[in-house]
């Protein structure tokens, strides 16, 4: 597969998970370039449908907000807002703070840590992330507002209204579990977890909106209140890119 959008092989190692990035055991991280390439094939299917920016963003199973985050520094000039959810109650409030970093208050605190730990043990890897930090602050600096991001606790397998929380959303982006490092928390049936995530987020989406599903290559992604737009294979990795095909309908039925 060919990058379209993201032609440029930048270096990314100031997102380099542990370095400003907050981790912790049984998160993952996402390949940052790749991240960006599907944001903005996402971005240019809005476009074409007559959607411009600024966008809202949702991550339903979104770990430490890895992915979301890397994409809010990349292209958060674009973006007004990002939600974030997950069934792990422990991995929310990591995903609170790598959001947080997308504020000049929240980088202004990481940077505070890491000069701590850099005078405290004076490791090598503390002043490259120091010098990340300081990067990324300067990117911030460029902008005219902060992003609005809301983390919360769900199980997108499960009912849940997602309306009382959840407005005006664009994007869906999601690294659903492959079985490894993470799983589906309540259902083994990745099928069927799929079809249960679908049918949720249906109810916060447009006739506009679009939702790219980051899978296992050889995954079945598809459900009947959707239409798939795009699919394509790197790696290990398949991306599938569906639009609601009538959301008043389906909500009706």
């Not at 370095?19 to 390439?37: C, D, H, I, M, W």
């Not at 949702?58 to 807002?81: N, R, V």
């Not at 737009?229 to 398949?238: H, L, N, Y």
Request: proline share 2%; glycine share 6%; with cysteine.
């Amino acid at each position: 597969m060919n990058y379209r959008f993201a032609v440029e092989n930048r270096n990314y190692e100031d997102f380099s998970s542990g370095r400003v990035f907050y981790n912790q055991k049984g998160t993952t991280s996402f390949p940052v370039r790749l991240a960006s390439e599907i944001y903005q094939l996402c971005k240019s299917i809005l476009l074409k449908n007559g959607c411009d920016k600024p966008y809202v963003l949702y991550d339903p199973c979104c770990g430490g907000a890895y992915l979301l985050a890397s994409i809010g520094f990349i292209h958060g000039e674009e973006i007004s807002g990002i939600y974030a959810s997950d069934v792990d109650e422990t991995i929310t409030p990591l995903a609170e703070r790598n959001l947080a970093l997308l504020t000049k208050e929240g980088m202004d605190e990481r940077i505070s840590e890491i000069q701590k730990m850099l005078v405290e043990y004076g490791k090598e890897s503390h002043s490259q992330a120091l010098e990340s930090s300081l990067s990324l602050r300067n990117v911030l600096e460029e902008r005219d507002k902060s992003i609005e991001a809301k983390c919360f606790v769900s199980d997108i397998t499960k009912n849940n209204n997602l309306t009382n929380t959840i407005r005006g959303v664009n994007m869906i982006i999601t690294d659903i579990p492959y079985g490894e490092i993470v799983s589906w928390n309540s259902m083994e049936d990745e099928k069927g977890a799929v079809e249960k995530l679908l049918d949720n987020v249906l109810e916060v989406m447009s006739s506009d909106s679009v939702i790219a599903i980051i899978s296992k290559s050889k995954s079945k992604i598809k459900h009947k209140a959707f239409k798939q737009v795009e699919r394509f294979v790197i790696g290990k990795r398949q991306i599938t890119i569906l639009k609601p095909i009538n959301t008043y309908n389906y909500r009706r039925s």
